[in-house]
């Protein structure tokens, strides 16, 4: 069974910075995209950044020039590198991947980490 197991989310002050990482375990054959999306309370979730599994990128314009996506395809690990935070950004981080299994290609998604960024 496949998992995305995500890790370093916290609390920091604004103009501070952190890393998240997603790490996938288990069977499987390969992954495509991979990505990071955010949702704030009563707001719509959406994306912050995807990276291919070429490596290209796209960031949400909200965060470019701050946030940068990475992805170690030995490690099996997506990364989002988060500097210059604002309060806005505050919100539950989840990451998804495209992952290929015996049973074909599926969605999984991480279980969400906090990110909470004061003024």
């Keep these: 069974q496949v998992q995305l197991v995500e890790s370093g989310g916290g609390l920091v ?11 996938a375990s288990g069977s499987f054959f390969s992954i495509n995209a991979m990505g990071w999306y955010r949702q704030a309370p009563g707001k719509q979730r959406e994306l912050v950044a995807v990276i291919s599994g070429g490596g290209s990128t796209d960031n949400a314009d909200s965060v470019k020039g701050r946030f940068t996506i990475s992805r170690d395809n030995a ?11 604002k309060p806005e950004d505050t ?9 290929v299994t015996y049973r074909g290609p ?9 990110v909470t960024v004061s003024s």
Excluded: E, F, P
């Excluded at 490690?75 to 935070?85: A, G, I, P, R, W």
């Excluded at 919100?91 to 992952?99: F, G, H, K, S």
């Design 13 to 23: 002050q604004a103009g501070g910075s952190l890393r998240l990482s997603c790490a």
């Design 91 to 99: 919100a539950v981080y989840y990451c998804n991947a495209d992952i």
């Design 75 to 85: 490690k099996n690990t997506v990364y989002l590198q988060m500097n210059s935070l």
């Design 106 to 114: 599926r969605d999984y998604w991480g279980q969400g980490t906090q």
